[in-house]
């Protein structure tokens, strides 16, 4: 592929799935860590916020890739290079 060509689709925004599974995993586990704290300062028990965390993080996960793929397929707010730097689809 040519360095012009991978320069459009990075610019439509298009990614791999496995790049959205990896954005999912990095941001869910940031989020897991944060359901933990919050559950573990509510209840004061480290288990019962280690079984909310380690229940959400699977659930969440999942609904986290299919968002990201979803909005992949929507072309609306993406720049178009043929229009030029100023102009955005949809709008």
Known sequence: MSREARRVI????AE??????????????LGT???????????G???IAGSIA?????TKIAWYYVHERV???????R???DWG????HGE
Request: glycine share 6%; no cysteine.
């Open 45 to 47: 028990r480290v288990e």
């Open 10 to 13: 990075f610019f439509r925004g």
């Open 71 to 77: 909005w992949a397929a929507i072309p609306w707010g």
């Open 33 to 43: 860590l944060d359901t933990f704290a919050i559950s573990w300062f509510f209840t």
């Open 54 to 58: 380690g229940f959400e993080i699977v």
């Open 79 to 81: 720049r178009r290079l």
């Open 16 to 29: 791999t799935h496995s790049r959205s599974v990896l954005k999912a995993i990095s941001w869910r586990t």
């Open 85 to 88: 730097a100023d102009r955005v």
